[in-house]
């Protein structure tokens, strides 16, 4: 097979160390046989989303069929081919193949390879187990990361967005760069590939399969003879564990890649003649065992291809010859009595088929033609039952042929009337139809109808005229609903004007007018509601504003508790959680209200207390608190007073309200 040797010695390192590791369900390193001269098989239990070969050049060398969905058959149109992986995924499982020409296939196990079962994926992911080791760990991440989704035109399932392409670029890269750090540069070098692939002209993977190139020179021959030690020890073990289960297809096939690495090996070439010697004495027990089970079903033909088939491979077998004499003996014996037994049989065919020809011809209703043959059949056999039997049926039904053909006469007339009669109600149907007088219509349908149920075309205008009888009804109420929603409106009963254009869309929905109208009501009653909300604040703040000017007197008054009472009082009865819902100035006002009760904080009404006081403790107390109340405002009089002065003459002038003159300002005394 013409491929190159060292390509196939890497690959099978990598066939290795797939064998020694299998995730879950998945298979890694099966090989296929595949031929030029039959399809391969492939089925699984899950549909198979995407299968790719590589190398990727390799793909074109192939025969591929997909079936269900769950099947994969393939085949080559070369002879030969440079070895090659498939990869599938099917369901959560990712499998690794490795094809493998072969000239002439096993039908029993070499056509068929059924995973449609999970006990017959595990069967054959538990052959390939091996225990893991760190070096397997690492290795699988890599083989894990080259079996990726591609794009593919020959496939019409998942085709991945530019952001998965990216994510795989991505990891494809880090996992390459793993590689590269622990020298394991045959992997490295496929992943960097697997990145251009992924994304064309990537200029850290071109760079790093370069520099993988110059160490891979440096060191070449040793690796190379090192990678061909290795192939030739995994085709050895695996020949070996072939052998001891007599499985000598395969293990001749890996005693022979054992010799392509090491040609001169005796041991390879001792087990290849022990295999072939095995093969020979099993071809011929099994060419005897098939002879003397046709034997003795007396399959003669059979029996003699076989013992023939045993003597190719143990020409001086006596046991075969002393049989193929004996069947020849048997076939001489049988010769005459097959004369005789052809005779009889020649005449009993005759009339069989005599016998067989008029029973087709009664069946098929040619009565005349099955009298005549059944007549015959008669002469050959004469007083047979049944041919009397089918005479005699044969005469009964020309007679009952003859009476039918009467009334088929009578009835053809009395359709002839029913057609005309029918034509005449379709047109007059038709007329009424294009007049637009669809009840008219109706009524000559529905005749016509009653004397063909069976025609389509009465059936038919009916529904036609219950359709444009429903369409003229609903243009009706529609120009009614418009008309009294339009009416309504202009009365700016709104309510009312939504429902009535709501109902003209009921019966319209595409209808674009009372759309329109639906929205300039909702706009009308925007407008209402916000002159409605702003006629509220209004009359809040204006029954309100008493407290306000109270309050303020009392301040200017130096009664600061019954202002706190009274600045408290005008915000209760306003909403100032929404205070821009107000007007400016309003806002205004509220806004110094609560300055003004924050500033009488200290002023604000206590709570009495159940606790008894003695009138002495009391007026202690007081006399204490006065001190120090005297103190602080007298510290902050000063500023307090410039401050509000020019705050409240700027306020109530910008405000337009009159400005309170009913306070007495004393610079030095108390003012808040």
Same mark, same amino acid.
Request: aromatic residues 8%; proline residues 3%; hydrophobic residues 35%.
């Given at each position: ?193 697997? &990145?251009?692939?992924? @994304? $064309? *002209? +990537? ?5 790093? #399969?370069?520099? !993988?190139?110059?160490?891979?020179? /440096? ?90 088939? &045993?003597?190719?491979? @143990? $020409? *001086? +077998? ?5 049989? #193929?004499?004996? !069947?020849?003996?048997?076939?001489? /014996? ?90 005449? &109600? ?21 005749? /016509? ?113 019954? /202002? ?109």
């Amino acid at each position: 097979m013409p491929f190159n040797r060292k390509l196939l010695s890497l690959l099978f390192v990598s066939l290795f160390l797939c064998l020694l590791e299998s995730e879950g369900q998945s298979l890694r390193g099966k090989v296929i046989y595949v031929s030029s001269s039959q399809e391969v098989l492939l089925k699984f239990r899950s549909a198979i989303a995407k299968y790719d070969f590589t190398p990727k050049e390799s793909a074109a060398l192939f025969g591929r069929r997909l079936t269900n969905k769950k099947s994969l058959s393939i085949s080559t149109s070369s002879g030969s081919f440079p070895l090659t992986s498939l990869s599938i995924i099917e369901g959560n499982n990712t499998h690794l193949f490795f094809l493998h020409y072969k000239e002439k296939l096993d039908p029993e196990t070499e056509t068929l390879y059924d995973f449609s079962s999970k006990d017959k994926l595990r069967n054959e992911t538990e052959k390939l187990d091996a225990p893991p080791t760190d070096a397997v760990s690492a290795t699988k991440e890599a083989v894990d990361s080259i079996i990726v989704v591609r794009d593919s035109s020959t496939q019409e399932e998942h085709q991945p967005s530019a952001k998965e392409i990216e994510d795989r670029h991505s990891e494809t890269v880090i996992n390459a760069n793993k590689a590269f750090s622990s020298k394991k540069y045959d992997e490295a070098k496929s992943l960097y590939a697997l &990145a251009i692939e992924l @994304k $064309p *002209n +990537d200029p850290w993977s071109t760079s790093q #399969l370069q520099n !993988i190139d110059n160490i891979q020179n /440096a060191t070449k021959v040793g690796e190379v003879q090192k990678a061909s030690d290795m192939s030739y020890r995994n085709h050895i073990k695996a020949a070996d564990n072939a052998f001891d289960i007599k499985s000598f297809a395969t293990a001749k096939f890996e005693y022979g890649e054992a010799l392509a690495e090491k040609p001169a090996d005796p041991y390879a070439k001792s087990q290849l003649s022990k295999i072939d010697q095995l093969m020979k004495d099993e071809a011929y027990k099994s060419y005897m065992s098939i002879a003397s089970d046709a034997l003795a079903n007396q399959q003669l033909e059979n029996a003699t291809n076989a013992f023939n088939e &045993a003597l190719k491979i @143990k $020409p *001086n +077998d006596s046991d075969a010859k002393k049989a #193929l004499i004996k !069947i020849a003996v048997a076939r001489q /014996a049988s010769f005459v009595n097959e004369k005789q037994v052809k005779t009889r049989e020649d005449k009993e065919k005759q009339y069989n088929d005599a016998i067989a020809l008029a029973d087709n011809m009664f069946e098929a209703g040619l009565y005349a033609e099955a009298k005549t043959k059944y007549l015959k059949a008669g002469k050959m056999r004469p007083g047979e039952e049944h041919v009397q039997s089918r005479i005699s049926a044969i005469d009964s039904i020309m007679l009952e042929r003859k009476a039918e053909a009467n009334k088929a006469t009578e009835q053809k007339a009395q359709e002839q009337v029913r057609n005309k009669q029918y034509d005449l &109600a379709i047109k007059q149907g038709n007329a009424a139809f294009k007049k637009n007088e669809y009840e008219v219509a109706r009524e000559f349908y529905l005749q /016509a109808q009653q004397l063909k149920p069976a025609e389509e075309i009465p059936t038919s205008q009916l529904q036609n005229i219950d359709t444009k009888l429903a369409e003229n009804r609903i243009n009706e109420l529609y120009e009614t609903f418009t008309h009294y929603g339009d009416s309504t409106y202009i009365r700016k009963d709104f309510s009312s004007a939504l429902r009535w254009y709501d109902s003209a869309l009921l019966m319209k929905p595409d209808a674009t007018y009372p759309k329109k109208q639906i929205i300039a009501v909702n706009q009308d009653l925007l407008v209402i509601a916000e002159n409605a909300r702003k006629q509220k604040r209004a009359e809040e703040f204006d029954k309100a504003y008493p407290d306000f000017v109270k309050a303020n007197a009392l301040k200017l008054d130096r009664k600061f508790e019954e /202002a706190y009472i009274a600045f408290s009082e005008f915000l209760n009865k306003l909403d100032t959680l929404n205070i821009n819902e107000y007007l400016l100035i309003q806002q205004s006002y509220i806004n110094q209200a609560k300055d003004y009760l924050g500033r009488l904080e200290r002023y604000k009404p206590k709570p009495k207390s159940d606790t008894l006081v003695s009138p002495v403790e009391d007026d202690t107390k007081k006399k204490e608190d006065d001190t120090k109340k005297k103190k602080k405002r007298k510290k902050d009089t000063a500023a307090h007073f410039r401050l509000h002065e020019k705050s409240e003459k700027t306020f109530f002038a910008n405000a337009g309200y009159p400005i309170l003159n009913n306070c007495q300002r004393l610079r030095g005394t108390e003012v808040v």
